[in-house]
């Protein structure tokens, strides 16, 4: 029988792997310890109550923006902002079309 090797079973385990490679790698500093504590805090969280949506969405965001950190602590701020244009865009689009504006005089 083949034996199973060891996967991190919870967004826990997960998230610290991430979080090790990322050191090992260079990419965090000091300061992004607030950051690297509010990752794991929500990794916690959505193992607790994984049905809960928005904290899937906020785990999400928060891991994305670690995993965006640079050897030198900055985020890409052109890459975020081309992120929001692009989710504020695709709701725009997603409204229902409507009808030619008609003048009431």
Aim: no cysteine; net charge negative.
């Amino acid at each position: 029988m083949a034996r199973r090797t060891s996967v991190p079973s919870s967004n826990v385990a997960a998230a610290q792997a991430t979080v090790d490679e990322l050191h090992k790698l260079g990419r965090l500093e000091p300061v992004d310890g607030a950051l690297v504590r509010a990752v794991l805090t929500l990794a916690a969280a959505v193992d607790d109550d994984p049905g809960h949506a928005s904290l899937w969405k906020e785990y999400r965001g928060a891991l994305e923006l670690l995993m965006g950190r640079g050897g030198d602590g900055k985020v890409d701020e052109f890459g975020a902002l081309l992120e929001r244009l692009d989710a504020m865009s695709a709701e725009v689009g997603d409204a229902a079309p409507r009808g030619p504006k008609v003048s009431r005089r």
